[in-house]
């Protein structure tokens, strides 16, 4: 299936989407970034909607097992790891602060065990 976590998700929707940055969930791919609506990190460039692909090789569960996510956010640094495994860093974010969404897209998706956390 196809979900992310948003953070960064700041003022209104454009292009569809909010302005946020996308720690990606969809199968095969959880750990990328996408750069919603024109949200840039590390210095890219971005028209639309950019994919920054994760850096490490894919630590996901096989398909209907539960995979545990860490989106860690501080200010304009992202940090995203896939059971266990750091899988994608992200600098300079277009924005230090916004909200956190949650997404779901073109099927079913569960989340549990959600907790929001200060840095230490």
């Not at 909010?18 to 199968?27: D, N, S, T």
């Not at 997404?103 to 956390?117: C, D, K, V, W, Y």
């Amino acid at each position: 299936m196809n979900s992310g976590i948003f953070v960064h998700k700041n003022g209104p929707d454009n292009y569809f989407l909010p302005q946020a940055i996308e720690a990606q969930l969809q199968e095969g791919n959880a750990g990328d970034f996408v750069l919603l609506s024109k949200a840039t990190l590390n210095g890219l460039e971005n028209p639309r909607n950019l994919r920054v692909a994760k850096k490490a090789l894919s630590s996901e569960k096989p398909s209907g097992e539960w995979n545990k996510v860490e989106v860690i956010v501080n200010e304009d640094k992202i940090d995203v790891w896939v059971n266990g495994v750091l899988q994608n860093q992200g600098t300079g974010a277009y924005a230090s602060s916004g909200q956190i969404c949650l997404q779901s897209e073109g099927g079913p998706i569960e989340f549990r065990n959600i907790t929001i956390e200060p840095l230490r």
